[in-house]
Nanobody, 123 residues
Framework: VQLQASGGGLAQAGGSLRLSCAAS????????MGWFRQAPGKEREFVAA??????YYADSVKGRFTISRDNAKNTVYLQMNNLKPEDTAIYYC???????????????????WGQGTQVTVSS
């Protein structure tokens, strides 16, 4: 599975950005997709995941971020609203062919990773 993330950039606090991650190489509808992020000086953390059309979120983004997928376009999206400065990080999309629901928040369950896209939120 090859992943290509895009859509990062600069936003003001309270603003919005949408990240995209295009996948190739396998039947997309069967792939579990996740978004993770890594802020400077911090470990990479789970943001959101989607398995079939069930979605899962970190508490820090619940109600502000929405993960979705378009199987016809082999693409997963992360709509980020009401952005906060603490959302500043490099965002990575990841894919797994086998992760079960209870493991979707665990980055080690994702063998395929995109290159990362920078999101910067100014106050």
């Amino acid at each position: 599975v090859q992943l290509q993330a895009s859509g990062g950039g600069l936003a003001q606090a309270g603003g919005s950005l949408r990240l995209s991650c295009a996948a190739s190489g396998r039947t997309f509808r069967t792939i579990r997709m996740g978004w993770f992020r890594q802020a400077p000086g911090k470990e990479r953390e789970f943001v959101a995941a989607i398995k079939d059309f069930s979605t899962y979120y970190a508490d820090s983004v619940k109600g502000r971020f929405t993960i979705s997928r378009d199987n016809a376009k082999n693409t997963v999206y992360l709509q980020m609203n009401n952005l906060k400065p603490e959302d500043t990080a490099i965002y990575y999309c990841a894919a797994s062919l086998t992760a079960i629901t209870s493991s979707l928040r665990t980055e080690n369950m994702y063998p395929y990773w995109g290159q990362g896209t920078q999101v910067t939120v100014s106050s």
